[in-house]
């Protein structure tokens, strides 16, 4: 019997801090992720993490500011002044804990100056801020006895009475599905990239907790808005951090220009990130790219900065380019990063289904609105996942019995099983491949109606050939045969409600940017896009955007 | 920009399946076109994506973060996603097997189990002496920065999987797990420094390590364990902590290669490269306890994986007695 107050489904950094804080709390908690926890692709996050120290005189404010602005102003300015507010504290509090943050003169926390934002107030770790922040949160979790169901697959959300009450997984090791029932259930199950071809995302990140919220009911908000980065690495598009650029480095184009010049004067390569990966596009298709890239130049900050500040991507370009960072330029290209759609709930985690909380990238609180700043992500995970338990812990009290349920895991096994035993299909892999180079193409950098109906009529041909792809592991132990085709499933889903977003916002903003439409309409689209689903088929739905001090302008970078 | 020269490589696969002949290993061959910028990662995926789904893996980030990839090819463990197809290929032929020193779940995907319990089992976590500070902790930037030479650890297992101590000494707590410890030791924030050295020094601690440098070549991420644990070692000494400890199990370790059948098990499984460091880790053992003797330090200066030929001699010697 597997029974829980709080249920937190993946155990990244949202879902670690979130398990944390309902231990604290003294509630029966559990994680359940697919991979080891310190697996999670939180890890990869290299530059850092934002915060407005205000005791050193910086100004949260300012901070919700630029936040907001680099938003397109999409974002729910309440919930940025929440992240804002709550920065500092959650920031000192994971130094305390132990990550080993940068240091000034003085001993104190030092910091970088990231992307969309005037002040440095980027606090990192190297360039593995993500890693060492996951493997702090991890250790506090091993410090506290935390119960993790490690390599256990999530396949369905338990709903009874409309209130989420837990899930069915599936043990990897065994291949048994079994039912866990929980009082809450928090999704922490972290981003979709692999919806599109290529991505800085990993292998893992198939938008699963999205599909799991989408079809028990909830609804995916804003999920046009696909975050490009800037210096994705040619090719199977590894990332190379914003820290380059926070710490001084150069883009070029063919003639050797810094050409973010003539795009943005002022903040130069340390634009908001739609604008940058734009400006580059613009200069590729305009015959100024090198192989269809441009160049982040280091070259000037010298070995010695960047072997202490940039390690690892001084270790991504030597061993996946051969190329020396200190003496040569490295190309890249605008590469999918980050879902700033999601599951949406408020500023404390709630979704529109009792019971069921969401927090980290699979969530959409929105803070991030159109286009999300450097080192915000990792600010959104601890700020929400914390919160978004205080509110689960909240709920559980309320909560009498638990699940009854007898005959959804039946069903769910029955429905694995005829997956496993089906012979003669097509290949998941076929299927994934047509999706992620139809949704880069579609729904890219630059998109329009027809790039868009392109991209929905491709997924929706393959959301019919799904059902007939066949495995070729029939069996139970670590099969990761069956896992794929599970998550490509999930991933057609998401990938659905992405082009609906898409073609229903007819403006640009922040990363939607339609070259049919090229205009931002305050007018008509100061809204949120959502889709639902219902009776088996998505319906689309706008909501308000909450405006509380900062009131739409002209961007300008 | 990508170059598509393209050519065919086989690659054998070591794999084994709990469900099918009662877990025994056996040894297929694949034979895949690829591109000349592949990794071995990239050989895999492409295998379990076109040719045969029943290969059993693990990987995430492809780009040597998560951790979860190690494995071993031609012999030595290594981090597939890291690991450039042309760097090790010879004659357009490769040998995957899974990391070693834990068990197998199936093909290529190890179980973890006991990597974790030993992480767990040396208080992976800050320790603060007093109340936390009102902001954060001050600490010079030089400790952090030395300390992100740690953090970087991935929790990969490529060390432990290599480890010639682990393959002949179930109780070790290995490379990955001393240099964690290690990480907590050289905080400054960190209050227990004493108390986890007390417990370093018993069996499986760190006077267990033969410094065959194993842990140091292969590590992707330039951790370089032996030398924390080195580190840990002078520093328990400064510290008076030579209860001689170290010379005890010096002394336990010899009776356990001596013991009957554990040698030759030994050196039937480590067939050439652990070979070696056998024959350089009895070769100290003499060294360590005469040290600890006299009272002085046992020798900490790592020699050079270049001495590798010179051991090779003094193996042919040995065997031409
Ligand atoms: C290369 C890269 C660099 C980045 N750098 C930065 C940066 O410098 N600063 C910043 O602020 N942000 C950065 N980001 C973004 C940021 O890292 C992520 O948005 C954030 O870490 C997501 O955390 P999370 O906890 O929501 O999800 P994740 O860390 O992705 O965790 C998801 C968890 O869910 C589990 N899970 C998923 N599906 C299932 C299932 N079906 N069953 C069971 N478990 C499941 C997984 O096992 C995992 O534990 C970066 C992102 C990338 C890709
Ligand atoms: S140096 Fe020590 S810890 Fe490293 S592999 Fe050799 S025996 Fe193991
Ligand atoms: S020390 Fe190196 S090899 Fe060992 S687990 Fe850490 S990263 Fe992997
Ligand atoms: S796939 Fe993550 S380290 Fe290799």
Not at chain 1, 2 to 20: Q, T
Not at chain 1, 168 to 191: C, F, P, R
Request: charged share 25%; aromatic share 6%; net charge neutral.
């Amino acid at each position: 019997m597997y029974e829980h107050d709080v249920l937190i489904v993946g155990a990244g950094l949202a879902g670690l801090r979130a398990a944390l804080e309902s231990i604290d709390a003294g509630k029966n908690t559990a994680m359940i992720s697919k991979v080891h926890p310190v697996r999670s692709h939180s890890g990869a996050a290299q530059g850092g993490i934002n915060a407005a120290l205000t005791d050193r005189g910086d100004d949260w404010k300012d901070h919700a500011l630029s936040t907001i602005k680099g938003s397109d102003y999409l974002a729910d300015q309440h919930a940025v002044e929440i992240m804002c507010q709550e920065a500092g504290e959650n920031l000192i509090e994971l130094e305390n804990m132990g990550v080993i943050f940068s240091r000034n003169e003085e001993g104190k926390l030092g910091t970088r100056r990231f992307g969309g934002q005037t002040v440095a107030r980027t606090f990192f770790v190297g360039a593995i801020t993500g890693s060492a922040m996951l493997h702090v949160l991890y250790e506090q979790t091993v410090k506290k006895q935390a119960k993790v169901y490690e390599e256990w697959f999530v396949t369905k959300l338990i709903i009874e009475d409309g209130e989420c009450r837990g899930v069915i997984a599936m043990d990897m090791h065994t291949g048994k599905l079994e039912i866990i029932k929980a009082k809450s259930v928090i999704l922490a199950t972290g981003g979709a990239g692999r919806i599109f071809e290529p991505s800085t995302n990993a292998l893992i990140c198939t938008g699963d907790g999205l599909a799991l919220a989408y079809n028990a009911g909830a609804s995916l908000m804003d999920m046009e808005m696909i975050q490009y980065h800037p210096t994705g690495l040619a090719g199977n598009g590894i990332l190379l951090s914003e820290g380059a650029r926070g710490e001084g480095a150069y883009l070029l184009n063919s003639e050797g220009e810094r050409f973010m010049e003539d795009y943005a004067p002022e903040y130069l390569e340390l634009a908001s990130r739609d604008v940058v990966s734009r400006s580059e596009q613009t200069e590729i298709d305009a015959g100024r790219g090198v192989d269809g890239c441009v160049l982040l130049d280091c070259r000037h900050l010298g070995r010695e900065k960047i072997e202490e500040r940039l390690g690892y991507l001084q270790e991504v370009a030597t061993e996946f380019r051969g190329i020396d960072l200190a003496e040569q330029p490295i190309p890249v290209k605008p590469t999918m990063h980050y879902i700033m759609g999601g599951i949406k709930t408020d500023e404390s985690g709630r979704t529109n289904i009792p019971g069921l909380y969401a927090a980290g990238e699979c969530a959409n609180v929105s803070v991030h609105g159109g286009n999300r700043l450097g080192a915000n992500s990792l600010l959104d995970t601890i700020v929400f996942g914390r919160r978004s338990a205080r509110a689960a812990i909240e709920y559980v009290s309320t909560v009498k019995t638990l699940s009854k349920n007898k005959t959804e895991l039946n069903n769910e096994t029955k429905r694995i099983e005829s997956l496993v035993n089906r012979t003669n299909g097509e290949r998941s892999a076929t299927l994934r491949n047509e999706m992620g180079v139809s949704m880069t193409e579609g729904i890219g950098v630059y998109r329009d109606a027809d790039s868009i109906s392109m991209a929905k009529n491709k997924i929706v041909d393959l959301i019919k050939r799904y059902p007939n792809t066949a495995i070729d592991n029939k069996g139970k132990v670590f099969n990761t045969d069956l896992i794929f085709n599970l998550e490509l499933g999930y991933m057609l889903d998401v990938a659905l409600t992405m082009c609906i977003g898409a073609e229903e916002r007819k403006e640009s903003r922040g990363a939607h940017f339609r070259t049919d439409m090229t205009e931002r309409d305050d007018k008509n689209w100061l809204k949120h896009t959502n889709v639902k689903k219902k009776n088996g088929e998505p319906i689309f739905y706008t909501s308000d955007v909450t405006i509380t001090n900062w009131k739409p302008e002209i961007r300008k970078y | 920009m990508v170059q598509t020269a393209k050519k065919t490589v086989q690659i054998t696969i070591k794999r084994q399946d709990p469900e099918i002949d009662g877990n025994k290993p056996y040894f297929q061959d694949y034979n895949v076109e690829v591109e000349d910028w592949f990794t071995v990662l990239d050989v895999l995926i492409k295998i379990r994506e076109e040719i045969d789904g029943t290969l059993s893996l693990r990987c995430a980030c492809r780009a040597s973060i998560c951790g979860s990839c190690a494995m071993r090819v031609n012999g030595q463990a290594k981090l597939v996603c890291k690991t450039k197809l042309s760097s090790v290929e010879k004659d357009n032929k490769i040998l995957v097997e899974p990391v070693g020193n834990m068990p197998v779940i199936t093909d290529l995907t190890a179980d973890f189990k006991p990597f974790w319990d030993k992480f767990n089992a040396v208080d992976p976590y800050l320790r603060p002496g007093s109340e936390a500070p009102e902001a954060e902790y001050i600490a010079p930037n030089e400790d952090m920065v030395h300390l992100v030479g740690v953090m970087n650890c991935i929790m990969c297992g490529c060390c432990v999987s290599d480890c010639t101590v682990l393959e002949v000494k179930d109780n070790f707590l290995g490379p990955a797990a001393l240099a964690k410890s290690y990480r907590f030791i050289a905080d400054p924030r960190d209050n227990t420094e004493n108390e986890r050295l007390e417990k370093l020094l018993d069996d499986g601690g760190i006077w267990d390590c033969t410094r065959c440098m194993q842990c140091v070549e292969v590590c992707p991420k330039d951790v370089d364990p032996m030398s924390r644990i080195m580190a840990m070692r002078s520093n328990s000494l400064n510290k008076n902590m030579n209860k001689s400890y170290g010379a005890r199990h010096a002394n336990a370790f010899t009776s356990l290669i001596k013991s009957s059948g554990v040698l030759n098990e030994t050196l039937l499984i480590l067939k050439t490269k652990g070979f070696f460091n056998i024959i350089e880790l009895i070769k100290l053992l003499p060294l360590a306890i005469s040290a600890q003797l006299a009272g002085k330090r046992p020798p900490f200066l790592s020699h050079s994986i270049k001495n590798k030929d010179k051991l090779k001699k003094i193996f042919k010697k040995l065997e031409n007695k």
